[in-house]
């Protein structure tokens, strides 16, 4: 049986890596993406010292060229790709007044810009493959607002509406493109930019959340593995919150 492939973009660290090793243990070969060559090495060497395959292909997927090239090297190493997950991101933490050029164009370049030029770089290579699935991590305020969070929401938003656009574009090539919207999650996205204390970011987000706990990156890898994965050949189009009840308010 052929060996599925899933580059993962942003998988040096938090959700990114988590799905990075999901997948691994799911028997895909990995290719970690990512800026830090480090990280990058330890995520590689976590999977194949479990007995899976990993390469990385290191970059700034805010770079115009980096899709491309990341691409290029996963099917370059292993022959083929069937996966991406795009699951690079930064936040900033401010409203739309304080919001400065230099961080909209940060957040957007990285959350927006750097997700579709990977994706459309992928496309070829998954059709090629015979079809496969692109799964973008978005968030749930790229379903509901969030104060001070302007170029964030703004991101997220767009990578909400592309995902449904671009699934409807390539259902007919069996590619489905899904994505999944994460509440908070025990990552350090959470606590970045914040003048408050761990505990005071903890205690702040559990008071908006029903199930009243936090969950960490490996149950959002869950679901980006079943989205990757057959099991959910008849999802597309689809933005999947998994934020513990925090939506549905």
Known sequence: MTQRVALVTGATSGIGRACALRLAADGFAVVVGGRNSERATEVVDAITAAGGTATSALGDVAEPGYGEAAVAATVAAHGRLDVLVNAAG????????????????RVMSTNVDGLFRASR?????????????????????????????????????????????????????????????????????????????????????L???????????????????????????????????????????
């Open 207 to 249: 008071s908006d959340i029903p199930q009243g706990r936090i969950p960490d990156s490996s149950e959002v890898a869950e679901l980006v593995a079943f989205l990757a994965d057959d099991r959910s050949r008849h999802i597309t189009g689809a933005n999947i919150s998994i934020d513990g009840g925090y939506t549905a308010k």
């Open 90 to 105: 930064v936040i900033t933490r401010s409203d739309a007044e304080g919001t400065t050029d230099d961080e909209w164009h």
């Open 121 to 205: 770089a992928a496309l070829p290579a998954i059709r090629a493959a015979g079809g496969g699935a692109i799964v973008n991590i978005s968030s749930t305020n790229g379903l509901v607002g969030g104060s001070g969070l302007a170029a964030y929401c703004a991101s997220k938003g767009a990578v909400t509406n592309l995902t449904r656009a671009m699934a409807l574009d390539h259902a007919a090539e069996g590619i489905r493109v899904n994505a999944v919207c994460p509440g908070a999650v025990d990552t350090h996205m959470l606590y970045s930019e914040r003048s408050d204390t761990a505990d005071e970011v903890r205690d702040l987000n």
